[in-house]
């Protein structure tokens, strides 16, 4: 597959990222929201997002927080 595919589910606020096509042989948690699904090579073919809606919206909010304290790991420029 090219071109991943995007899919949400209103109902349980879930959404869904397919990869690429093949059958999932095994999945992985890597976070309490996040599910890694993975083919017979081992290969990341979907990811799962639970509760995304909050999960989505606390990641870029964490990002962008982190980017304006630059925790970032940048040298602040200095006031002039």
């Not at 597959?1 to 109902?11: G, V």
């Not at 890694?36 to 979907?46: A, F, H, K, P, R």
């Not at 989505?56 to 927080?65: G, K, P, Y």
Request: glycine share 8%; hydrophobic share 40%.
């Amino acid at each position: 597959m090219s071109n991943p595919q995007l899919r949400y589910f209103e109902q349980g606020d879930v959404l869904h990222l397919m990869i690429a096509e093949g059958k999932e042989i095994q999945s992985v948690e890597i976070n309490p929201h996040v599910t890694l699904e993975l083919n017979e090579g081992g290969d990341v073919i979907g990811i799962e997002i639970l509760d995304a809606t909050r999960f989505i919206r606390d990641f870029v909010l964490e990002s962008a927080q982190a980017k304006m304290l630059n925790l970032d790991g940048r040298i602040p420029h200095e006031a002039s």
